[in-house]
């Protein structure tokens, strides 16, 4: 994620587990402040409001979704169909 970036307060309908790989971020959740470092992470369930400040050295995190977030699907369904073509 970009240097002093942030991610306004959202929800996703599935559960999701975040690992912080690289530098770190402030993650809001549920109305509470966490300061995520490398090798730290989250998990929480369905529709936990959640938004991110990334600091000014950026973020590298990797998400994982169950079940898989819908939005993702569909841009792995396009990236499929243009890698045939």
Excluded: W
């Amino acid at each position: 994620m970009a240097p002093d970036s942030h991610f306004p307060v959202h929800r996703y309908g599935p559960k999701q587990i975040m690992l912080v790989t690289e530098d770190a971020t402030d993650r809001a959740v549920d109305g509470k402040l966490y300061r995520l470092k490398k090798v730290g992470g989250l998990i929480f369930p369905c529709n936990l409001e959640h938004g991110d400040y990334i600091s000014d050295k950026g973020c590298t995190i990797t998400d994982n979704f169950s079940p898989p977030h819908h939005d993702y699907v569909v841009k792995l369904e396009a990236l499929r169909k243009g890698l045939q073509t």
